[in-house]
C-alpha cells in the first residue's frame, strides 16, 4: 500500500519512527535542512570574516556535512569553506574516496587539501596495521587523524572545523565513555564552546542526524560519495555499540536522541567537575597537549 506524506498529498519516501510520520522527498530535505541549521545556531553563531574546515572522508556523512555547509554559507562573501582530508594510507579504500571528495569539490567550486599519516607520523595506515600492535588499528587511527586534521587546519587559518558524526555516532561515543568509566573524556566530547590555545574548535552540523536519513538525504540529493566500510573498522570496539544503539533505537524509538539530550543536559555539569585541562606544547612536536608528550608522539614512539 502506498504511503502519503503527512504533510501533503505526495508518496513518502520514508517513515520517521521516532515521530510517527510519513514524508515526501521535498519535506524531507526541508526536515533534514531546518534540523541541521538549527543545531548549527546552538553550537554558535559564526561570525565573518572566518573560514570553516570540512573533515571530509568521502563518505555519505561527510560529503553531506561539505554541501550543507556549502549551501549555509556559500552566499556569505565573510565565510570560506574548505575541505580537508586526511589520506591514513589505507590501499584500495582511501584512494578510491579521494576521487569521490575531488569530484564534490570541483562540482561545489570548493578548495581541497589533503594531508596524509605519511608525511606526518613516518607511517601509512597498513603499515600500522601490519605490526599487529594489541591496541588495534582505530585506536592508532583515531589519535592520528585528530593530529591531521589539527595540524592542517592551523596551518590553513581555520577558524572552525565541521566534523560529520552523526546521531548515531554521538550516542554510541555516550555510551562507550560510560561504560569505560571515562567521565573526563565525555565531558570533552563536541561540539567545543570553549577554544583551547593550539586546538581547532569543533562543530558537528549532523549530530541530531541519524544515519539512515544521512544516507536517505545524499540519495535523493544525487551526491557522490563512497559507500564502503574501512576494512580495519571490523574489529573496533565500537561495532559492539553500534550493536546496542541500534536494538535500543528498534525496541524504543527515539532512544539516539534520548541518549544524546542526556547528555546535553549533564554536560555543563561534567565541565564544572571535570574542567578542560592546562594545555601546554609536547615536547616533541609542539602540538596541544596536558602531559609532556601528546598521545600521537607516544603512539609513535610504540611502533618506530
Known amino acids: 500500500m502506498t504511503k502519503i506524506c503527512s504533510k ?50 568521502g563518505g555519505k556523512d561527510s560529503i553531506t556535512t561539505l554541501h550543507v555547509m556549502h549551501d549555509i554559507f556559500s552566499k556569505r562573501s565573510d565565510i570560506q569553506i ?24 570541483k562540482l561545489l567550486d570548493v578548495e581541497s587539501y589533503i594531508i596524509s599519516f605519511k608525511e606526518v607520523t613516518g607511517f601509512t595506515m597498513d603499515e600500522i596495521a601490519a605490526k599487529k600492535d594489541e591496541l588495534g588499528e582505530c585506536s592508532y587511527c583515531g589519535v592520528f587523524r585528530r593530529l591531521c586534521l589539527n595540524q592542517k587546519s592551523k596551518e590553513l587559518g581555520v577558524t572552525k572545523l565541521a566534523t560529520g558524526h552523526n546521531l548515531d555516532d554521538m550516542a554510541q561515543s555516550v555510551l562507550m565513555n560510560f561504560v569505560s568509566g571515562d567521565i573526563k573524556k565525555l565531558a570533552r566530547l ?34 557522490q560519495f563512497q559507500d564502503a566500510e574501512c576494512p580495519y573498522s571490523t574489529r573496533a570496539l565500537r561495532g559492539s555499540f553500534r550493536n546496542i544503539v541500534d536494538a535500543l533505537e528498534y525496541q524504543t524509538p527515539g532512544a539516539r536522541h534520548s541518549i544524546l539530550n542526556s547528555y546535553d543536559t549533564i554536560k555543563d555539569m561534567l565541565l564544572e567537575k571535570y574542567p578542560q585541562a592546562i594545555i601546554s606544547k609536547c615536547i616533541i612536536c609542539g602540538e596541544p597537549t596536558s602531559q609532556k608528550l601528546c598521545k600521537a608522539c607516544i603512539l609513535k614512539k610504540r611502533i618506530s
Open 82 to 105: 574548505i575541505c580537508i582530508t586526511v589520506d591514513e594510507g589505507i590501499k584500495g579504500y582511501r584512494d578510491k574516496s579521494i576521487k569521490y571528495i575531488k569530484n564534490n569539490c
Open 8 to 57: 501533503c498529498k505526495k508518496q513518502s519516501v520514508t517513515y520517521i519512527r521516532y515521530n510517527g510520520t510519513h514524508l515526501c522527498r521535498d519535506h524531507f530535505i526541508e526536515y533534514f535542512e531546518r534540523r541541521v541549521k538549527k543545531d548549527i545556531k546552538k553550537q554558535g553563531k559564526t561570525h565573518g570574516p572566518a573560514k570553516i574546515g570540512v573533515a571530509v572522508s
Open 190 to 223: 563536541g561540539p567545543h564552546k570553549k577554544v583551547q590555545p593550539g586546538l581547532i574548535p569543533r562543530i558537528m552540523p549532523l549530530r541530531s542526524i541519524p544515519e539512515k536519513e544521512n544516507m536517505l538525504y545524499a540519495i535523493l540529493k544525487n551526491l
